[in-house]
């Protein structure tokens, strides 16, 4: 059974940092790209980053260009979400999900974990 298991969510102050982890398992994740993804009250969701297991190569929106960092741990099956500097606009239900290489859905998610930014 897959299941991808986010934690690292809390309450910080605008400026602050948080590390965001998804911890992986059920099978191998190397031809998968692990994305990040979140939702704010009241809008849809939205995609923030995302990391190709196998090679790394890594994309990320815009509004979190320079300030948020994806990367994976492949002795753990961890993927990684580092966000400093964040805002207000980042308070958000931040969840990992994971597709396969070459598809345009993500087929696993996790059950996301909450930041809430105070300004």
């Known amino acids: 059974q897959v299941q991808l298991v986010e934690s690292g969510g809390g309450l910080v102050q605008a400026g602050d940092s948080l590390r965001l982890s998804c911890e992986a398992s059920?099978?191998?994740?190397?031809?998968?790209?692990m994305g990040w993804f979140r939702q704010a009250p009241g809008k849809e969701r939205e995609f923030v980053a995302r990391?190709?297991?196998?090679?790394?190569?890594?994309d990320y929106a815009d509004s979190v260009k320079g300030r948020f960092t994806i990367s994976r741990e492949n002795a753990k099956n961890t993927v990684y979400l580092q966000m400093n500097n964040l805002q207000h606009d980042d308070t958000a239900v931040y969840s990992c999900?994971?597709?396969?290489?070459?598809?345009?859905?993500?087929?696993?998610w996790g059950q996301g974990t909450e930041v809430i930014v105070s300004s």
């Open positions: 999900a994971a597709a396969r290489v070459g598809s345009f859905s993500y087929t696993y």
């Open positions: 059920g099978r191998t994740f190397e031809a998968y790209a």
């Open positions: 990391i190709i297991w196998s090679s790394g190569n890594t």
